[in-house]
């Protein structure tokens, strides 16, 4: 008989509020008691003074508030699924495409990507007329958004004459918005990045949200992108040539200084160098400004006012200028008879992003670019890759590995301009994309996230087919990621406890244990759905984890499951039963450390007891 002696491997995706209130716990343990948090004591702590009546403050709210806040304590319970045969170099990439509802997605990202994503960049759908297609179960009818905002009593009944409505589709939008943001503020590094697109219709709306999610003081820019030039003249008033790309940092303080690389004729100016760097001899003279005062020249003539009499502006002040005599950065120069004074102008370290996205992309270059890969308009307002790519230079490093998350990925656009960034600058950043299966009314593409899929296809093909070399006049590089995996959201392969009504039979009680205990893995169950199951909720391992046979044992499949990066493993098997004597080879090399997964009916106590006592234990 069968003893549950090893405890069972963990069935839902972490618990983002429980990582919260833990490290409120860390920062205030005079406030914990028994129960959990004593809030009064945290108010007190804080120097919150209670009592007496409520002050007006500042506050940003919507009807649906609470319920999307109280959507983060739900923990999805379902699993994403390999899917090899629609990847690219499934055994060596570290790209990431998954198709499924980009919240859900986000749970079951927490536990492996914590911490780790130094960029997000995302495109979600603009607010409209339209209901939105993401079936969060917060999203209010029309029905209970009135009740939400008192309009109505709890018959339905309307209070008022006058039915308030026009905010309706603010609250739907608001709601699914901030669970996302939420849950993707925890992935970001400290000093990770965020670029939101946005038009003019919630702009200030998403400011405020990214206020709260992120802190005002974490805001980095707004940026104005011009999406398109000419036309418009069907707009009813103002037709509209920019949208906007809101950036906030998870922490400004772990934020570097922003640069992005010189264009090479910008660079070619600095065509001197020293042993401090690159510079060209510029005039010191200005047209405009403060610094007025007399340079003595070579030959003993002055320099203080030019033929009009207009007293000369200097670059720099005159303690500054004596300064730069000495240490070499200015000469004299004499032409036509007269003196130009000269500094060393330095080549900065970088040029500085402007606010204003002036030919980075228009919407119309993002349409020839799927027209490209596809033949036709599979994709309404695709991101041009100018765009993307851009933001990437300010948002990531050339010299990192930096992972960059999409979680509306639409078109594939970010994986493009990453795979195509990476060839021109060496870079090795890699990306995480989720898109919803959205039905599409194609044929050839069913969804938009076959469309995805597709594109990421097509722009490795391209990629692999040129010559070395030969992508825009970047060479290829034989250590290039030119793959992806794809994952699917789905049902868990592991048995999930169904929550069941308070007048439940003892007789249903009784079918749901047996089945348990006859078997915790679902009918059509594979190895591969298992494993990536227990690699992602229970050890929180990177999907790009490493599978390999144990080849020491004999007559007993065992897998080894790796997380390279965090120089970890764990070992798995889902064989009918395990045997002791099987085992032996890999037993003995088994630590305390190591961790051993087998399904719980394929274990006797006996085995379960040894190998307690060699290495950690857990049961499907």
């Known amino acids: 008989m ?125 607010n409209t007329e339209n209901d939105f297609i993401y079936p969060d179960d917060y999203t209010d009818s029309m029905g209970n958004y009135l009740r939400l905002t008192g309009q109505v009593d709890d018959d339905g009944r309307a209070k008022s004459s006058k039915l308030e409505v026009s905010g309706r589709k603010h609250s739907k939008w608001l709601s699914m918005m901030y669970p996302r943001l939420f849950v993707a503020r925890q992935l970001l590094r400290n000093d990770g990045v965020i670029f939101v697109s946005i038009d003019e219709h919630e702009m200030h709306n998403l400011r405020l949200l990214l206020n709260e999610i992120f802190g005002e003081e974490n805001f980095v820019s707004c940026f104005v992108w011009q999406k398109r030039k000419g036309g418009g003249n069907d707009s009813n008033f103002i037709a509209y ?126 349409s020839a670019e799927i027209l490209q890969f596809f033949g036709n308009n599979v994709f309404d307002t695709p991101k041009p890759v100018k765009l993307i790519h851009s933001l990437l230079e300010i948002g990531t490093e050339t010299d990192e590995e930096d992972i960059i998350l999409d979680f509306f990925a639409g078109s594939g656009t970010t994986a493009d301009a990453i795979l195509q960034l990476n060839r021109e600058d060496g870079g090795n950043r890699r990306f995480i994309l989720v898109q919803l299966p959205e039905v599409t009314s194609n044929p050839d593409y069913p969804t938009i996230a076959d469309i995805t899929k597709e594109r990421i296809r097509r722009v490795i093909n391209q990629m692999k087919a040129q010559e070395v070399g030969k992508l825009n006049g970047f060479e290829a590089r034989a250590d290039e990621d030119l793959g992806f995996r794809a994952f699917k959201f789905d049902v868990s392969p592991m048995r999930q406890w169904e929550d069941l009504p308070a007048d439940t039979s003892v007789e249903e009680y009784a079918r749901q244990l047996t089945l348990f205990v006859q078997d915790p893995l679902l009918a059509g169950w594979t190895v591969e759905d298992v494993i990536a199951e227990v690699a992602l909720k229970e050890v929180g391992y990177n999907l790009s984890y490493r599978l390999e046979t144990v080849t020491s044992v004999q007559g007993q499949t065992v897998y080894k499951i790796s997380d390279d990066e965090r120089e970890q493993h764990f070992y798995i098997c889902l064989d009918d039963q395990l045997d002791w004597d099987a085992l032996q080879p890999l037993v003995r090399t088994l630590t305390r450390e190591d961790l051993f997964v087998f399904r719980d009916s394929a274990i006797t106590d006996t085995v379960v007891a040894n190998l307690s006592l060699t290495c950690r234990i857990k049961s499907l």
Request: include cysteine.
């Open 2 to 126: 069968t003893q549950r002696n090893a405890p069972p491997v963990e069935h839902q995706s972490a618990s983002v509020m429980e990582t919260r209130l833990e490290q409120l716990k860390a920062l205030f343990p005079e406030a914990v008691n028994e129960d959990g948090i004593d809030f009064d004591a945290l108010k007190v702590l804080l120097g919150v003074v209670s009592g007496g009546t409520a002050k007006e403050r500042y506050s940003f709210t919507w009807a649906g508030k609470q319920d999307a806040i109280l959507s983060l304590q739900t923990r999805s319970k379902a699993a994403l699924k390999p899917a090899p045969s629609e990847s690219v170099n499934w055994d060596s990439t570290q790209n990431l495409f998954i198709e499924g509802d980009n919240l859900e997605v986000l749970k079951l990202l927490y536990k492996s990507y914590y911490g780790r994503v130094k960029m997000i960049y995302i495109d979600p759908p603009y």
């Open 241 to 366: 040539d920019h949208e906007y790309i809101l950036m906030f940092v998870k922490d400004k303080t772990r934020l570097k200084k922003i640069f992005k690389d010189h264009d090479v004729e910008y660079a070619q100016r600095y065509n001197e160098q020293d042993e401090i760097g690159h510079f060209y001899w510029d005039t010191f003279r200005r047209k405009a400004g403060k610094q007025y005062y007399p340079i003595i020249c070579p030959d003993e003539s002055v320099l203080q006012y030019d033929k009009n009499g207009n007293p000369i502006s200097w670059l720099r002040s005159e303690k500054r200028f004596h300064a730069d005599i000495k240490a070499g950065e200015i000469k004299f120069v004499e032409i036509n008879d007269s003196w130009s004074v000269q500094f060393k102008q330095r080549k900065p370290e970088g040029v500085k992003p402007r606010s204003l996205l002036l030919g980075d992309g228009l919407n119309s270059d993002g």
